[in-house]
């Protein structure tokens, strides 16, 4: 497996950040890949965008951040307007 990056976003409060913390844990306990998750959310604590990354590979990563993404869900369309850029090439 290549490089592999998913982007996670919705509301705050849809649950975003925790499937992102829970697809990086089963790609470390599963298929033992390198994995690395990150996430934003706006000060709200309900309602505002929120972001969770994830990103999987069987090499070392080198950069931690989704840059075209794989796989894209978006749950709202502001969380779309906000981080629905998908430029996978």
């Known amino acids: 497996m290549s490089r ?3 982007r996670l976003s919705g509301a705050g409060g849809q649950g975003m950040i925790l499937a992102g913390i829970i697809l990086a ?3 470390v306990m599963v298929d033992d890949l390198n994995v ?3 996430q934003s959310y706006g000060p709200e604590s309900r309602g505002g965008a929120s972001r ?6 069987e090499d070392q990563i080198d950069f931690p951040k989704v840059i075209k993404p794989n796989l894209l869900v978006c749950l709202t369309q502001e969380a779309f ?3 629905g850029e998908f430029k996978k090439y």
């Not at 969770?52 to 590979?57: G, I, K, L, T, Y």
């Open 81 to 83: 307007n906000q981080y």
């Open 52 to 57: 969770a990354e994830v990103v999987f590979d």
């Open 4 to 6: 592999y990056e998913i």
């Open 25 to 27: 844990e089963s790609g």
């Open 36 to 38: 690395s998750q990150s």
